[in-house]
């Protein structure tokens, strides 16, 4: 390997591109530099994406840049994110666009770790309120519904009509269920009610209403569907 001395870190780099262990080089080089813009230089072009240590770096800005280039899901990146970080409006500006993109995932799963990051991170509750809105959903996975409690208690500030839209758009869809599934979701439903927020309940006594005004069943089958839907409430 050539000699490093006197070069530019970016010049430093190039150089060590040329060689089969890059990364391990770099770290080895950059990860605990005693110069901060080495360590900022690396954390951005770290060619796995930026590492645990630097996301956890003690100084600001180098935990920025590391937190913008990581890989790492968005709980783990919340978990090691330099605590001056969330104190200031300033520095979390800095990373406002990457945290867009991951409540806009998270927005689009379950809730549980969307919920875990905002245990970490409440100051981004904005933030998802916008993302759950107006994000672009890519899958079908629908809220846990003792989850989507916890969010909607938490966001009680934020609710509106597009919210509330939003928010039932994430629950579990019923209206293509068979009979026996529609049943079987009701009951699962019922067993853990005291966990779940009204609206949620009522939510699924309307969609259960409009399921049996469409369907053929027997008069029996129905009101047995009916008389589980009313035990939400």
Known sequence: MKELANLTYKEEVELLKDEENFEE?????????????????????????SSREQIMDPEPIVSIMAFNHSRLGALERFKLLHPDLLKSANLRKKISNRS?????????NDF??????LDIAPEFLNMAV?????????????????????????SHEYWST???SALFAKLEQIEDYEADEIKKFLVTVK????????KILHYFQEETKKWLDECELH??????????ARELG
């Open 25 to 49: 080089l770099g770290d080895k080089r950059y990860l605990h530099h005693e110069d901060v813009e080495a360590r900022l230089y690396w954390a951005f072009c770290r060619p796995s994406g």
């Open 100 to 108: 867009r993109m991951l409540f806009r995932d998270l927005t689009d």
């Open 112 to 117: 549980r770790e969307l919920n875990l990051v």
């Open 130 to 154: 916008d993302q759950l809105i107006n994000g672009r959903k890519w899958n079908d996975t629908p809220a846990d519904l003792i989850e989507a409690t916890k969010f909607i208690q938490r």
């Open 162 to 164: 597009d919210y509330w």
């Open 191 to 198: 067993d853990k009610k005291q966990f779940i927020d009204r």
């Open 219 to 228: 008069t029996l089958q129905k009101k047995s569907i009916e008389r589980v």
